[in-house]
């Protein structure tokens, strides 16, 4: 059975991903709100991008420990830190997306998902 958030959670989560990600200086975060988009894998996709292999890293370590210190929550999945090109943590209605940023602009979710709206965040942390 999945796991899912009721009420604002989804958006706590959200705030705790982009924090984490502030911490290690994360380029470009975007949340898309899929809530709206029919057949949708998640409630969000929260995105950004890194300069480095060990800025990716650091990142989705940065996500994972603030997420846990919030909310108490591990992810559910993650997947590419061994090839640090892309690197995807599932925490079931909110999936992040650390991308290196040529790989980011080659897999283009922000287009691919370009019906749902999008939350450009600031540079300061939330």
């Known amino acids: 059975m999945t796991k899912r958030r009721k009420g604002p959670n989804a958006e706590i989560l959200c705030k705790a991903v982009v924090k984490g990600m502030q911490e290690k200086k994360a380029d470009d975060i975007l949340i898309l709100d899929l809530r709206k988009i029919s057949n949708a894998a998640a409630d969000f996709f929260v995105i950004c991008s890194g300069n480095s292999d060990k800025q990716l890293e650091a990142i989705a370590h940065s996500v994972n420990e603030e997420v846990y210190r919030q909310m108490n929550e591990d992810p559910r ?11 995807l943590i599932d925490y079931f209605d909110v999936v992040v997306h650390i991308f290196r ?25 939330i």
Do not use: M
């Open 101 to 125: 940023k040529d790989r980011r602009t080659y897999f283009s979710l922000e287009k691919l998902w370009g019906d749902a709206p999008a939350i450009e965040i600031d540079k300061q942390l």
């Open 77 to 87: 999945h993650v997947e590419g830190l061994q090839n640090k090109e892309w690197v």
